[in-house]
């Protein structure tokens, strides 16, 4: 018996020695990334330092990850064409900053009238959203592997430098303006201008732009728009929920054994809760800083502005479905998706109680 006992402790301990020595033998990784956003922005730019902090600490220091601020490798939009040529090793940027190059990376990063963070979450991790974004980046051959590491919550309408009564006032307006909201404010007369964060409060203060958007309050009030233009429109129509995905070089990615490429994948899916839940505190006590402290008027776009808004994405989308299959393949996938979810939005909330 006792015989039995010790042979049957052998078998355990060569057991958990078996399990266990992967871990114990993981080579370690050092990963060079360039994010997109400057480490001092709420949310997109803290997030990613909390996700390399995890990522080393679950892979029980084996992945160390070195952040770069922008610019320091290569330029914010650059970054897509770096990583998947292999001169950096990874990347951190909205998908809308490659519009030019794979216009379809649009709809997996936020979409004008789309959905919110819950609902963007549940068709990317548990419908179609993921297989797709993967796809569409392997279509455009982009040697990368994509997975989503920061969400954050609605945004601001944008800041102007004085009230805006009709459409009319669109007419000829330099605006910095993000994604596939930027097609439908070119079609309302705005002259649209992409920039990354860094250069947005310069091009105010020097009359490049007429009016930016970029971000959440906090995210905005950090960048100090309010000391240079006071009116703040709400809601965000063009971006109620927004994911930022890291990039890896698919050689960086496929060096990494299973147990480490899963580590990262769960480690990202948390990064996505986290920058969530930070997006979520903060907005508040900002927006009402602003008004008490900063001078701010907060504006709501009128149901009129709202209903042309609407429509005039719908003219977009209808374009970029008929000259790219692609783009029109993940669309419908969504679309698809948000029809049936309907149903749970409109019978499972409470309505909202939204200023107008």
């Known amino acids: 018996m006792k015989k039995s006992r010790a042979f ?41 330092a909390w996700w390399a902090q995890q990522l080393n600490e679950v892979s029980g220091g084996d992945i160390n990850v070195k952040i770069f601020e922008p610019g320091k490798l290569v330029a914010p ?62 279509e455009s051959k982009f040697n990368v592997k994509v997975i989503p590491v920061t969400i954050i919550p609605p945004e601001t309408a944008g800041w102007f430098k004085k009230p805006i009564a009709s459409v009319e006032d669109f007419k000829g307006l330099k605006m910095r303006f993000y994604g596939l909201g930027g097609q439908m404010m070119q079609k309302l007369g705005m002259s649209v201008n992409l920039m990354p964060a860094g250069e947005l409060f310069p091009a105010l203060e020097k009359g490049v732009i007429d009016a930016t958007e970029f971000s959440t309050p906090a995210i905005d009030q950090r960048l100090g728009f309010h000391k240079l233009v006071k009116y703040n429109y709400f809601p965000g129509w063009h971006q109620q929920a927004t994911i930022i995905p890291v990039y890896f070089n698919k050689n960086v990615w496929n060096s990494l054994d299973k147990a480490q490429q899963k580590i990262v994948e769960i480690t990202c899916m948390a990064s996505m809760t986290n920058a969530l839940a930070q ?65 749970w939005q409109s019978n499972g909330f409470l309505p909202r109680n939204c200023k107008k």
């Open 8 to 48: 049957m402790f052998v078998i355990l301990l060569t057991a958990i020695a078996a399990i266990a020595a992967p871990a114990a033998h993981a080579k370690k990784v050092l990963i060079k990334l360039q994010q997109a956003y400057g480490a001092n922005l709420p949310t997109l730019g803290i997030n990613p």
């Open 77 to 138: 939009f650059e970054i897509l064409d770096a990583v998947s040529a292999g001169k950096i090793d990874a990347g951190i940027a909205g998908d809308g900053f490659f519009a030019g190059k794979i216009p379809a990376g649009q709809i997996f990063s936020s979409i004008p009238f789309g959905p919110e963070a819950a609902e963007y979450m549940a068709w990317y991790y548990h419908g179609n959203g993921a297989k797709l974004h993967q796809w569409v980046y392997d």
């Open 279 to 343: 997006g979520e505190y903060e907005q508040g006590a900002v927006i009402r800083e602003n008004i008490e402290k900063n001078g701010v008027k907060n504006m709501f776009w009128s149901d009129e502005m709202l209903a042309l808004f609407q429509k005039t994405w719908e003219e977009v989308a209808k374009e970029q479905c008929e000259k790219d299959p692609v783009f029109k393949k993940a669309f419908d996938d969504l679309m698809a998706f948000r029809k049936d979810y309907a149903y």
